[in-house]
């Protein structure tokens, strides 16, 4: 596997590796989200997070959350 050593970029290729057929765009702000907050005290990006897939499953499925 030859990819850089950025973090999304790994991710990403092991997605592709492994046909975990996760979405791009889903991996992609799902590490933004951790990645912006890591150095937050008091972060709690759980509910985010969830916010996120809840969202994208939704909208596999035909569904709009909101």
Not at 7 to 29: A, G, H, M, R, Y
Request: with cysteine; glycine share 2%; charged share 30%.
């Amino acid at each position: 596997m030859n990819v850089n050593n950025e973090p999304l970029n790994v991710l990403l290729e092991l997605n592709k590796k492994l046909s975990l057929n996760l979405d791009d765009e889903l991996i992609t702000q799902c590490y933004k989200l951790q990645k912006t907050h890591q150095y937050d005290k008091n972060r709690d990006t759980s509910k985010k997070m969830q916010a996120l897939i809840e969202t994208k499953v939704l909208e596999s499925e035909g569904n709009i959350l909101l």
